[in-house]
């Protein structure tokens, strides 16, 4: 029979281990990716909509990329913060972007979040966009969102698209820091792929990167083994000129995470002699998400 003195060293002991686990630090790392989608009929690319990319960096600090959409249009922010032991991390601050002639947009932010373990986190950002075409000023807020972001690493698991489910993870395309978000979001009844963002980026024939957002068409079906394929191919006027866009993406949803591709393409045309003025493309981008 054990004594009550070594049993009662043995308890404490246990004690202090379970004292030390609960304190060590979380220690997330890699890219992370994700965001929040609204439910349709609410425009895939109208307010309340984002994607959210995190890399780890050394000495606990994270680089935050993300794109956040409101009622008279979207912005993008880049913050560095640091990550507290307790997996916590906060940013808040504005960001000025210039995206055409005359067109100047004021993203001004406030972030904060939580990694609930090494692979995932939560958290919340409200941000107002303040948009300046020719010098007429319209600010509009976002609302306050709450995102979810992972670390792709789950694989797919067994193949079917559960009811209701989302998926968060990271695109083979490279932002500013992070690899690039995709989130999804599944049907109540599992049928349909409702919606899906993700930055993404194209090179053009004259060597520039353009950068924004995309996603597939909304309401695409499932097939019976989680199969999504989604082709674009359309026409925009757009003053002077015609683009011609040409999209693709693919996706194999499963019980614990989601994989596939996607490739961009869009000419720019001259309106009135049909001249080819600009090619962009991504080529071919593989990603993956979890659950």
Known sequence: MRSQAVLAAALAACALTSTAVAEAPLTPRGNFGGGVLVAPPRAIF????AVVAIRTLPKRMLDIEASVRAKCGGGDLRASTKLSADGRFSAKGAATEDPAPGVTIKTTYELSGRFSDENGATGKLTATISRSVNGEVEDCPSGKLRFEVRRPTTGVGKPGAPKAARYYGTTGQRGTGPNRPIVLRVSADGH???RGLFGES???R????SIGLEGPSTNVAIDARGRVRDHEKFKLTQGETVVFVDDHFAAQLGAKGASGTLSLSDRTTDRASGRTLQTCKSGTVHWRASR
């Open 46 to 49: 109208g307010a309340g909509n």
């Open 192 to 194: 349909r792929l409702t």
């Open 202 to 204: 194209v090179k053009c």
């Open 206 to 209: 004259d060597g520039k990167l």
